[in-house]
């Protein structure tokens, strides 16, 4: 009996030891990745796991995915990842996947030659709506007198909601919506001798949230305030000048008007004063022409009609 014990554990060992183990659960062959979890910041979407570690040989991951709509409606069909089929880091950025604000199941599993793991799951599924919001990053100078503001690239579903105003006691906020970036900003005109201070939150309208606001960064101009003499002064130059402006433009009508069509006016000779006068008719006898004035309304004193009449006609 104890000879029988003892070959019937020879042989176990022997089976177990030389026997190739291609007829065990090749899903237990390599451990299945543990500890999984997504890392997600402005609308990027991490997902890591513990590696796998196999002494002698090369170990990749396979990651796949499921939205509510391959749950749904595709019989709960799972997609590979479009970066992480396969890849030889325990991460993948699943943010392309993400597409939609819907609960997202994720799963892994190693591999290494023809031998798998069994697949490890994400527990609970990942909402992109989770994302961590940070404030942007950026950039606040001065063009000449105006404020300009250069803002970090978080990707096409960001705005930014940025507010300016002038460090000075009861100064009112100035805000603008700034839907593009990757090119200076201007956000308005400063006055000299002034300092100006900027702040920016990010918008994600896709899943109704906000990040805080960055923190101030405050430029100062260079320079003096006009003072108020000559701010008076160029003030009422701008009012003259408003003045003087139809003037000069009638002037200028008048003059090309009389210069381009000017009016005749007639030699005082030719004007009659008296309105009851008229000139005769002239005649011509012996090549000499005479221009009797005939008063309508009289004829001279001490002249009788006759003697007009001869004065008239001449020798």
């Known amino acids: ?39 997600s910041a402005n609308m990027k979407h991490l997902l890591v796991w513990s590696p796998v570690i196999l002494p002698g040989e090369t170990v990749h991951y396979w990651v796949e995915y499921q939205g509510e709509y391959e749950s749904l409606y595709m019989s709960h069909v799972w997609i590979p990842s479009s970066w992480c089929s396969p890849t030889p880091g325990p991460e993948c950025d699943v943010t392309d996947d993400i597409t939609a604000t819907v609960p997202y199941r994720l799963r892994v599993r190693a591999t290494s030659g023809p031998r798998a793991s069994a697949w490890s799951a994400l527990k609970p599924p990942f909402n992109r709506n989770s994302t961590l919001l940070l404030p942007p990053r950026m950039a606040v100078r001065k063009d000449g007198s ?19 105003w002038r ?6 906020e100035h ?18 001798g002034a300092v ?33 003499g000559l701010a008076l002064f160029a003030f009422v130059a701008f009012m003259l000048f408003l003045v003087a402006l139809p003037v000069s433009i009638w002037k200028t009508g008048q003059l090309l008007r009389y210069c381009c069509c000017p009016m005749a006016v007639l030699p ?19 090549k000499v022409d005479v221009c009797v004035m005939t008063d309508r309304a009289a004829p001279r004193r001490g002249l009788p009609h006759a003697e007009l009449a001869d004065v008239g006609e001449g020798p």
């Open 146 to 164: 105006h404020l300009v503001i250069e803002l970090e690239d978080l990707g096409p579903q960001f705005e930014f909601f940025v507010t300016f």
């Open 268 to 286: 005082d000779t030719l004007k009659i004063t008296n309105p009851s006068q008229k000139l005769a008719p002239c005649r011509r006898e012996e």
């Open 196 to 228: 100006y201070c900027v702040k920016a939150r990010a918008l994600v309208r896709a899943i109704a949230r906000r990040s805080a606001f960055s923190q101030a960064q405050c430029v100062e101009v260079q320079g003096e305030a006009l003072p108020l």
């Open 1 to 39: 009996m104890v000879l029988e014990g003892t070959w019937t554990s020879l042989f176990t060992w022997v089976f177990c030891t030389l026997i190739p183990c291609s007829l065990t659960d090749p899903g237990a062959v390599v451990p299945a990745p543990q500890n999984l979890s997504v890392h």
């Open 175 to 192: 805000a603008k919506v700034v839907r593009s970036v990757g090119f200076p900003v201007y956000l308005g005109a400063m006055e000299p």
């Open 167 to 172: 460090k000075a006691p009861g100064a009112k």
